[in-house]
């Protein structure tokens, strides 16, 4: 059986395959189709580092939601979490602001103050993860399982060593593997601390598997796709 927590869903039909072993209602899934073909039209020029269509690492972040049993409108949330960034090519051209009333007419206002927020927080702490042990963050449990499942999908899969140039780099060049993944381990006490306090213990798991660059395959290096970040494939 596949365990989603190390290998999360990376197409459509394997999230939709895995909301029905969830349990999930007919019209949830048919929710989760519209919020996906939503996404795939607003990113689909774009690709990751790694060379993996941006549209995975959304499927992939809801993935990991749904497999954490959090609430439904989270999960549309993380499928739809980058929508508000400026660096997506919204269609018609729309601001961040312009997008919310398409998104609340479409998904509920839930979902729109969800993603808002989200793409608050991660501009405010320029994406990096904070918490205050005074709990002032305890109702940001939403946003902050999120942006762990955002980490997680980011280094699942060996992905980070897919970036920058083939054969041995600069640990300095920024968005190059070695630059990443020290960035990540410089970050990985937060990632299962934070993980852990919110009771997402599969993500745990998986940030122990995957934060362990040691055994990171040495022949990745000739694969690299030549990309710091991500990348618009469209004209």
């Given at each position: 059986m596949r365990d989603f927590f190390i290998h999360p869903s990376q197409t459509n039909l394997e999230l939709y395959a895995q909301a029905i072993t969830r349990g999930c209602s007919r019209e949830q899934c048919r929710e989760l189709a519209d919020a996906y073909l939503f996404a795939l039209r607003q990113v689909f020029p774009l690709a990751r580092g790694s060379g993996k269509p941006f549209i995975s690492h959304l499927v992939g972040t809801a993935s990991l939601v749904m497999e954490s049993d959090r609430p439904f409108h989270w999960v549309i949330g993380a499928l739809l979490h980058a929508l508000y960034q400026r660096r997506i090519p919204f269609q018609g051209g729309l601001t961040p602001e312009e997008r919310r009333p398409l998104l609340a007419d479409r998904f509920g206002p839930e979902v729109d103050e969800l993603v808002h927020r989200y793409t608050a927080f991660e501009s405010e702490h320029l994406g990096r993860l904070m918490w205050d042990d005074g709990g002032e963050q305890t109702d940001q449990s939403d946003v902050l399982t999120i942006?762990?499942?955002?980490?997680?999908?980011?280094?699942?899969?060996?992905?980070?060593?897919?970036?920058?140039?083939?054969?041995?780099?600069?640990?300095?060049?920024?968005?190059?593997?070695?630059?990443?993944?020290?960035?990540?381990?410089?970050?990985?006490?937060?990632?299962?601390?934070?993980?852990?306090?919110?009771?997402?213990?599969?993500?745990?798991?998986?940030?122990?598997?995957?934060?362990?660059?040691a055994s990171t395959p040495e022949f990745l290096a000739d694969m690299r796709t030549g990309w710091l970040s991500s990348e618009s494939l469209g004209e």
């Open positions: 942006r762990l499942a955002d980490e997680l999908e980011d280094i699942s899969g060996h992905s980070l060593a897919l970036h920058g140039n083939p054969g041995a780099e600069d640990a300095g060049l920024r968005g190059a593997y070695p630059w990443r993944r020290d960035a990540k381990t410089a970050e990985a006490p937060a990632l299962l601390v934070l993980s852990s306090r919110l009771g997402l213990e599969g993500m745990h798991r998986s940030f122990r598997h995957w934060l362990d660059f």
